[in-house]
């Protein structure tokens, strides 16, 4: 029997309750429905759900009225208006790549030989190229003159092998660059050496069943997170990581070495792998959620003081300020883990703790990591009218102020923003892009450096 709100049934209480003798006799002959189960009362009618439908399309039509007609107030600095695209130029060292897709491009600092920023743009053919962020500018007059992207190129510096049997979805650097984190769409995440020419892999995570879509790592850089298609986020806490040198120390091992190549190479390998020591990074929690994760992001555990301004005083009876240190941290704080998931306005909050170091002298284990859920936070307050639903898809902190959260959606066929008071939840602003979106765009959302 058909569930008592199917379609069948709405039609036939339709017809029961408008008269329609023969009609609904016919009906019920083909569909095999009793006209005694339709007697029970149900509190979904077809005039409902038409009317419900009608307010839906209204404040779909009105929310893309506001998007077009509202002026936001403008940035002090303009923001670029002008795309670029991103291919290699004819001057670069390395060879054409095949043409293919980017799905996923991010700046990362990497070290010797480059020790700068790079572009780092990875595509469905499995390969990874590594772009000079410097263009080779070749704009011309027709190109200015139209809408189309202005054909900038940049010099293609290194193109990397696949790290993994399918395409790689989403990177994140640690140690300054010295190494680099993968997931693909095999459901792996691995952990390579940026220095190694093949970029070596030096660990590998509990393989997702699924995409692996989103890899982020803590501030401290103790705690990696990766999100799947799977509707799991695994959490993993590093226990050791060799921090692998600073970058002054492998240009003074460069040129003390320029000299001895040839020979001396294998060795030096087998000594760099020497002094990079054990690798130690445990899984240590699964969230299971009911459908996709999205975005998601760290923040501390405590707000940050909040900023002052700084007052003008005469310079000659004010003391000189002296610069104010970091206060060294006697062991990993705790950090705040936000996680949104598809088709639901919620931003969950986890606390993940640390092990505590030994308190007591008869005890010589640390405790064990800890996550914990400490509260969620809903974007859609009961004052909003509006029956048009989201998906949180991308989140991002401020760089300087991590008590404001920017927040991207998914909204068809307008794209919102929303910047957030991090830890109250309180909405501050909250508009339309103006970026026309399907339901194939994906949300990228990122900061200016000084915020």
């Known amino acids: 029997m058909p569930a008592p709100d199917s379609p069948d049934f709405l039609v036939a209480r339709y017809l029961k309750t408008g008269g329609f003798a023969k009609t609904l006799s016919a009906f019920l002959e ?63 060292s390395t060879s054409t790549p095949t043409p293919s897709n980017y799905i996923h491009t991010a700046i990362t600092h990497f070290p010797r030989p480059y020790n700068r920023q790079l572009i780092l743009a990875t595509t469905v053919s499995s390969q990874i190229h590594l772009f000079d962020p410097t ?19 940049y010099p293609l510096l290194k193109t990397l092998p696949p790290l993994h049997t399918s395409p790689t979805l989403t990177t994140y650097p640690l140690r300054n660059g010295k190494y680099l984190l993968t997931g693909s769409m095999d459901g792996t995440t691995y952990l390579h050496k940026t220095a190694n020419p093949e970029y070596k892999r030096l660990w590998s995570a509990a393989k997702h069943e699924k995409f692996v879509v989103k890899v982020i790592v803590s501030r401290d850089e103790r705690w990696i997170v990766t999100a799947s298609y799977d509707k799991r986020v695994n959490i993993y806490y590093v226990n050791t990581l060799p921090a692998g040198g600073s970058d002054d120390e492998e240009e003074e091992g460069e040129d003390e070495g320029a000299e001895e190549q040839g020979e001396g190479t294998q060795a030096d390998n087998c000594k760099e792998e020497e002094e990079e020591g054990d690798i130690d990074i445990t899984l240590v929690h699964t969230i299971e959620l009911q459908s996709t994760p999205e975005g998601m992001c760290f923040v501390p555990h405590t707000p940050p003081p909040i900023p002052q301004p700084t007052l003008a005083t005469d ?24 996680l949104a998931r598809r088709d639901s306005t919620l931003l969950t909050y986890y606390t993940l703790t640390p092990p505590s170091p030994t308190s007591s002298p008869t005890s010589t284990s640390p405790t064990s990591p800890t996550i914990t859920l400490s509260h969620t936070y809903t974007l859609t307050p009961e ?16 760089p300087k102020n991590p008590r404001h959260l920017a927040i991207l959606t998914d909204t068809v066929p307008i794209m919102k923003f929303l910047l957030m008071e991090t830890y109250t939840g309180k909405i501050l602003v909250e508009c339309f892009t103006g970026a026309a979106q399907s339901p194939y765009s994906t949300a990228a959302l990122s900061w200016r450096p000084d915020g």
Do not use: V, W
Request: aromatic share 4%; glycine share 2%.
């Open 30 to 92: 083909e569909t095999g429905i009793e006209e005694s189960q339709i007697t029970g009362e149900c509190k979904y009618t077809l005039e409902d759900l038409l009317e419900e439908k009608r307010i839906y399309d209204l404040s779909l039509k009105l929310e893309t009225i506001l998007a077009i007609e509202k002026k936001e107030e403008e940035f002090s600095l303009p923001y670029p208006s002008t795309p670029h695209l991103l291919r290699p130029s004819s001057t670069s």
């Open 135 to 153: 263009p080779n500018a070749t704009t011309t007059t027709a190109a200015i003159s139209s809408l189309s992207p202005t054909p900038t190129t």
């Open 315 to 338: 310079s000659l009876s004010a003391p000189p300020r002296q610069p104010q240190r970091p206060q060294p941290q006697p062991h990993p704080q705790p950090q705040t883990l936000i």
């Open 383 to 398: 004052s909003s009218h509006s029956s048009i639903s989201f998906t949180p898809m991308a989140l991002s902190p401020h």
